[in-house]
């Protein structure tokens, strides 16, 4: 972990309106998340972090996914954020208690945000039949954290989970998609056609770029939901209550940083964010160390 925003005792200096919010993901899926926070939380500034050495963080062991995110949340303490969003749903279902517990001892006052709860929270509102389905990567759906969430929010809704493996991998190097993307996708659609759900969770960052290939399969009246829209929410709600939503009237920065070849992400990130990107940086995370 680098020291760069600590003071020569160690202690953290005390927040400010003006710090930025950290964003990490596997890569660059969560992009789609940012990209719902510039538009919602316009004059805040941002720093993103894609951890693209160890992507796909769907086939990662939840051990790994822990440890992962455990070195992205201190990084982006480093860098001076003042809230943490897990912009990957692999690593909210597996590390998202987890950081919350580390940062009671490590930054009391940073709070952390997943995806996954603002994800199921929209799913629960939104469903008539209580049938709902999931696509995610096989890390979300071992996890059986939406599961949990799903019914933490409503007993009486089912939820029908398809692990898509490789779906997140072909979705960010198959474009422009070619039969092989269609095909896949129509496969993992086949059981939540059977299911008869009205409202699907997409589950991964990466899978709202093949909405309108999904919405076409599963038919006009299921209702896509992704989480960008409630963690925007949550986010707003987390730093007005610590009073510390940027006051400015002028838009805020955004940059980037990731963990392997910084000109492959600035190639493939544009299409997710759907904004110019800038420049990226490349950085390194400490060494794994046991916790
Ligand atoms: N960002 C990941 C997620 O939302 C999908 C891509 C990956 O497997 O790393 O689960």
């Known amino acids: 972990m680098t020291s760069a925003n600590f003071a020569t005792d160690g202690s953290r200096p005390a927040l400010a309106p003006s710090d930025p919010i950290g964003v990490f993901d596997s890569g660059v899926g969560g992009l789609t998340i940012l990209h719902e926070l510039l538009v919602s939380l316009p004059a805040e500034d941002y720093v993103y972090v894609g951890d693209t050495v160890h992507f796909p963080y769907g086939d990662r062991t939840q051990d790994e996914l822990r440890q992962f995110s455990l070195e ?171 009073d510390l939503l940027n006051p400015q009237k002028t838009e805020g920065t955004y940059r980037f940083q990731c963990t392997d070849d910084a000109a492959s992400f600035k190639a493939v990130g544009t299409r997710f964010l759907q904004m110019p990107l800038g420049d990226v940086e490349q950085v390194r995370m400490p060494v794994a160390v046991a916790r």
């Open 72 to 242: 992205l949340t201190d990084h982006l303490l480093a860098v001076g954020a003042k809230l943490i969003v897990v912009a990957c749903n692999s690593a909210s279902a597996a590390a998202l208690e987890t950081l919350e517990q580390h940062l009671v001892e490590a930054a009391p006052d940073v709070a952390v945000i997943g995806v996954l709860r603002p994800a199921a929270q929209l799913a629960v509102v939104s469903s008539h039949s209580g049938r709902i389905g999931l696509l995610a990567t096989p890390a979300t759906v071992a996890n059986g954290a939406y599961e949990r969430a799903i019914a933490a929010a409503d007993s009486h809704v089912q939820l029908e989970s398809v692990a898509c493996a490789d779906l997140a991998r072909m979705i960010q190097s198959g474009f422009p998609f070619d039969e092989r993307v269609v095909e896949t996708v129509r496969g993992y659609c086949a059981p939540l056609r059977a299911a008869a759900v009205d409202t699907v969770i997409l589950g991964s960052t990466h899978y709202p770029l093949c909405a309108a290939m999904l919405q076409r399969m599963l038919g006009r009246d299921v209702k896509l939901v992704s989480a960008g829209a409630g963690v925007a929410r949550s986010v707003e709600r987390a730093l007005a209550a610590r």
